[in-house]
């Protein structure tokens, strides 16, 4: 069964240094993976999506992820970090069960102090 | 350049009452989704639509019923609503579920409060 793990639930960084954050997945078969921000009060925005071609992806506002089959990981990054990347960012996976699902993690919310 | 466009924004309902929260793409997607985001849990499934005509059950449809009214419209209903039901509800949508890559698109949510 598909499932996703993101390893922190709260993330605190210094405005101007590196974002790490974590994600682990589990699928039967080729996965595809997508991490996406929520901004408070606002719906989800795709950041980057992983879907079989380059393992390193660039997403939108300097963000990049690495997808790591043996390790099945997908960690997101960013070199530095600015005051309005605060927000809460979701892992997803889209796997085959029938029909293509995607799955959510439970979500690590990063917060940037000045 | 609307997307998802999701009503109302926020709405307060009394235990047992009736409400249906709409829905709109102008995407000229075929699958449609609405989820509930709660606290820690992240986003959970209710129901979902893979095309128009279809509909099927998520990880928490219970207390719930949907309608693919078109291509466009897949309205949320909660027939009598209880206080389990507070929580934030988005609808979404992707082009298809023919693919694994296929982006899904997010409205901007519904708070939805049971006293």
């Known amino acids: 069964a598909q499932s996703v793990t993101q390893l922190d639930s709260h993330v605190s960084v210094s405005e101007g240094t590196p974002v790490l954050l974590r994600c682990n997945y589990s699928?039967?078969?080729?996965?595809?993976l997508f991490w996406y921000v929520q901004h408070p009060n606002k719906g989800l925005q795709l950041l980057l999506k992983y879907t079989s071609a380059a393992t390193l992806v660039k997403g939108i506002n300097g963000f990049e992820a690495e997808f790591k089959k043996s390790e099945t990981s997908f960690h997101l990054t960013k070199p530095s970090a600015h005051m309005s990347d605060a927000a809460e960012y979701f892992c997803v996976v889209s796997d085959w069960a029938g029909t293509y699902k995607y799955i959510f993690g439970t979500g690590t919310r990063l917060k940037v102090l000045a | 350049n609307a997307g998802v466009t999701q009503t109302p924004k926020f709405q307060v309902l009394k235990t047992g009452q009736s409400m249906t929260l709409q829905c709109a793409q102008d995407?000229?997607?075929?699958?449609m989704y609405w989820y509930r985001q709660d606290p820690g849990m992240g986003l959970r499934l209710i129901y979902y639509?893979?095309?128009?005509?279809?509909?099927d059950k998520g990880e928490v449809p219970n207390g719930y019923n949907v309608s693919r009214l078109n291509k466009r419209e897949f309205s949320l209903r909660l027939e009598s609503a209880a206080p389990s039901q507070t929580s934030v509800y988005f609808c979404a949508s992707s082009e298809g579920q023919d693919s694994s890559g296929n982006t899904i698109y997010f409205g901007e949510g519904s708070w939805l409060t049971v006293v």
């Open positions: 699928s039967s078969y080729s996965p595809s």
């Open positions: 639509s893979a095309s128009e005509g279809t509909t």
């Open positions: 995407m000229n997607h075929n699958s």
